[in-house]
Structure formats: C-alpha cells, structure tokens
C-alpha cells in the first residue's frame, strides 16, 4: 500500500511559478513511476508530467518546456513555470507500484490575476 499526499497548490498570478510536493509513504516495495495528472472543472482528467525510476521523464505537450518534474526518493515534486489560466486545476500524485496504481487526494491549483 502506498498512500500519496499532495502539497504547494494555491493561488499565483497569470506567468507565477509554483511547485508541487508528493510524499509517498507505506509499505510499498518498488515505485516504478511517479507522476502528475491534473482535472479541471468539467474537464477529464488529464496527464501531465511522469518521472520512472531512472530518472527519465516524459511531458504532456501543454506543459513541455514549463513545468519540470523531479524526484528525490519517495518524495515526487513538480515545477511549475510560466502558469497560464488554462493550468488551472486540481493536481494529482500518481505512484505506479508493484502492487498496483495509487492516487493522492489532490491539490488546487488557480491561475488567475
């Protein structure tokens, strides 16, 4: 079991940064992958960044190039430059782990001046 708790969302202006924390903790034996989905309202949820176990890391088209994710041990953490309107969400920590597929609850994220 891996249980995921998001951290760092808030308010911040049209062109703001804000960063991200997840913390995994448990009893879990490997994470392969740890990522960021986001749902805004009325909108499905959507993929955002993923960082695999070897530091490789993949980007959703919107964000490529301004958002920047990282991971230091179980900790998942996502840069976020640059925001426009349309970041607004909720944010989402994912954690692919042996055992299966984990969420945390969530965390806000407004844009808007």
């Known amino acids: 079991q891996v249980h995921l708790v998001e951290s760092g969302g808030g308010l911040v202006q049209p062109g703001g940064s804000l960063r991200l924390s997840c913390a995994a903790s448990?009893?879990?034996?490997?994470?392969?992958?740890m990522g960021w989905y986001r749902q805004a309202p009325g909108k499905e949820r959507e993929w955002v960044a993923v960082?695999?176990?070897?530091?490789t890391t993949n980007y959703a088209d919107s964000v490529q190039g301004r958002f920047t994710i990282s991971r230091n041990k179980n900790t998942v953490y996502l840069q976020m430059n640059a925001l426009k309107p349309e970041d607004t969400a909720v944010y989402y920590c994912n954690a692919d782990e042996t055992s299966g597929d984990y969420w945390g609850p969530g965390t806000q994220v407004t844009v808007s001046s």
């Open positions: 448990g009893s879990f034996f490997q994470i392969y992958s």
């Open positions: 960082i695999f176990s070897g530091n």
